[in-house]
């Protein structure tokens, strides 16, 4: 949930650092129900799901994104990007610091960058320009998603807590293949985590002050339209959960990190699918492999408040894989 509303820490020494690789599993236990298992059978389809760790040692992982058997994520905290590709984690100081993710579809890696408004293209290094969002976005960037073609729908969280600016609806950026950029939608309350379903037809945002995901029809100009409510998280999760990161479900649903629901939540058509409990960790953001596997970013505070201890940057992050009895749903 940090989509620049929380101040990100400046960039480490630009020494690439390593995080603790896979490690033993370690078993959520909270209110959604037994260690290691899923909610009850009225609030899904009661699969059985286990957490293992993947890797430790961030601050607040957002993005993450699966590209040619390699996990890639930002550490909107921590300033870094981190990624496996090499067989080992290893996170690079990147300044300007990114949030969302994504391929394009000749391969190259492309960040929202929180407070340049800027969406870069990864050097290795550092980030170029790929689209300068200066003239449209008000706020800080967020998450990011693309289609087959290379067009990229953007967060514009049009405000920053941090530097006291109140709430104000935010909007969805479209930036083109050619770098171009254009608002695609706008009133948007806290636009959090996209996905893309019915083959890119469908838009699917976390509105993240609103508590629910709300689903925009895409156009065969790419732009959006006919927004409706697709699924009151709230309702379905409970009061406290507010979306943030979002993944297509193989189903055509979608997965939803809740945060302060303390739930990965599978949600389609309106309707709970089932919920991972993950108490007394927080999800942020998630992702799924080319095999299925679902990534999730957990954070944990020690038992304080999430939003107090995000002030105080006194967060740290894990992701984990969720496994399934019978397979994924």
């Known amino acids: ?12 020494p630009a ?32 699969v059985n799901a286990r957490l293992a760790d993947h890797a430790r040692g961030l601050v607040w992982g957002e993005g993450p994104r699966w590209h040619k058997g390699a996990l890639w994520l930002s550490d909107t905290q921590g300033g870094r990007l981190w990624t496996d590709a090499s067989g080992r984690w290893t996170g690079t100081a990147a300044d300007p610091v990114s949030n ?24 290795g290094t550092g980030w170029d320009t790929y ?11 967020g998450d990011m998603v693309g289609d087959a073609a290379g067009n990229l729908y953007v967060d514009d969280v049009a405000f920053d807590a941090a530097a006291g600016e109140p709430p104000a609806p935010g909007r969805i950026i479209l930036v083109r293949p050619d770098g171009s950029a254009e608002v695609a939608a706008e009133g948007v309350e806290f636009p959090n985590g996209m996905a893309l379903l019915d083959d890119g037809a469908t ?48 189903d055509g649903g979608v997965w939803v990190a809740t945060t302060t629901g303390q739930a990965v939540a599978h949600v389609r ?59 994924a749903p």
């Open 1 to 12: 949930m940090a989509r620049g509303a929380w101040r990100e820490g400046r960039p480490r």
């Open 100 to 123: 969302g993710l994504w391929f394009l579809p000749d391969g190259r890696l492309v960040g929202a960058l929180m407070r340049d408004r800027r969406v870069g293209v990864w050097t």
């Open 15 to 46: 020494r690439p650092l390593r995080l603790r690789g896979r490690g033993r599993r370690r078993r959520a236990r909270g209110r959604h129900g037994a260690a290691g298992r899923a909610a009850p059978a009225e609030r899904g389809d009661g």
């Open 269 to 327: 058509d309106g309707a709970l699918v089932t919920a991972v409990p993950t108490a007394p960790d927080f999800p942020v953001a998630c992702c799924a492999a080319d095999d299925g596997t679902l990534f999730v970013t957990l954070a944990s505070t020690d038992g304080e408040p999430l939003f107090a201890a995000l002030a105080r940057r006194a967060v740290t992050t894990r992701v984990v894989t969720v496994a399934w009895d019978g397979g």
């Open 131 to 141: 689209a300068d969002l200066s003239g449209l976005g008000v706020g800080p960037l």
């Open 203 to 250: 838009l699917v945002v976390a509105e993240t002050a609103r508590q629910r995901l709300t689903a925009f029809t895409v156009g065969a100009d790419r732009t959006l339209s006919a927004p409706r409510p697709y699924a009151d998280i709230a309702a379905l999760v409970g009061g406290a959960a507010r979306p943030d990161g979002i993944w297509p479900a193989r």
